[in-house]
T-cell receptor, first 112, second 117 residues
Framework: SQQGEEDPQALSIQEGENATMNCSYK?????LQWYRQNSGRGLVHLIL?????REKHSGRLRVTLDTSKKSSSLLITASRAADTASYFC????????????FGQGTELSVKP | DAGVIQSPRHEVTEMGQEVTLRCKPI?????LFWYRQTMMRGLELLIY????????DSGMPEDRFSAKMPNASFSTLKIQPSEPRDSAVYFC???????????????FGPGTRLTVL
């Protein structure tokens, strides 16, 4: 079953702009992860944030987590055309055996 | 490491035929997951194994689908008989398994694009 709900479903920006994607979930989590999927490829792990963390950075990526609101956001700064892809959030609850529950994804298009 | 390996990459078959998808997880990983991705339903978890044992198969759509993991380095997903609505991209992923220190990060294979005519 899908837990994460991503917003927006699609986002189109110009190269150099920042892209923000949001994710909401329903149940308790141990961590939340973001993945990227290029067209026709498998998913690639981007970043993981634990339930006791509020913000995490990795290169041009910044993830925030608000467990009181059951939401997370992924910010990509200074976007590039190569960032064009679908982005998925996924939650992990160790009580559910550690499986990932994926959202529907945000389709990001970065125009050069 | 070569990453998660899936075969075949593309499969076209006719309705009623048996289809077998194969996956080799990353060496040392002890959890393996099978997903299906379609435009309509997104990414669905079908089944996952931990230490070669099926843990949760609640996502398997029906009895036509079966999955096995005979050893730590190989898994199959079989559809018999196949139907046009089974057309999708099937992904295999592996991870270090569920434990107190488990990160949950999964490594995905390139997928098998299945078309059932």
């Amino acid at each position: 079953s899908q837990q994460g709900e991503e917003d927006p479903q699609a986002l189109s920006i110009q190269e150099g702009e920042n892209a923000t994607m949001n994710c909401s979930y329903k149940t308790s989590i141990n961590n939340l992860q973001w993945y990227r999927q290029n067209s026709g490829r498998g998913l690639v792990h981007l970043i993981l944030i634990r339930s006791n963390e509020r913000e995490k950075h990795s290169g041009r990526l910044r993830v925030t987590l608000d467990t009181s609101k059951k939401s997370s956001s992924l910010l990509i700064t200074a976007s590039r055309a190569a960032d064009t892809a679908s982005y998925f959030c996924a939650t992990v609850d160790f009580n559910q055996g550690g499986k990932l529950i994926f959202g529907q994804g945000t389709e990001l298009s970065v125009k050069p | 490491d070569a990453g998660v390996i899936q075969s075949p990459r593309h499969e076209v078959t006719e309705m009623g035929q048996e289809v077998t998808l194969r996956c080799k997880p990353i060496s040392g990983h002890n959890s393996l997951f099978w997903y299906r991705q379609t435009m309509m339903r997104g990414l669905e978890l079908l089944i996952y194994f931990n230490n070669n044992v099926p843990i949760d198969d609640s996502g398997m759509p029906e009895d036509r689908f079966s999955a096995k993991m005979p050893n730590a380095s190989f898994s199959t997903l079989k559809i018999q008989p196949s139907e046009p609505r089974d057309s999708a991209v099937y992904f295999c992923a592996s991870s270090l398994g569920a434990s107190g220190s488990f990160s949950g990060e999964q490594f995905f294979g390139p997928g098998t694009r299945l078309t059932v005519l």
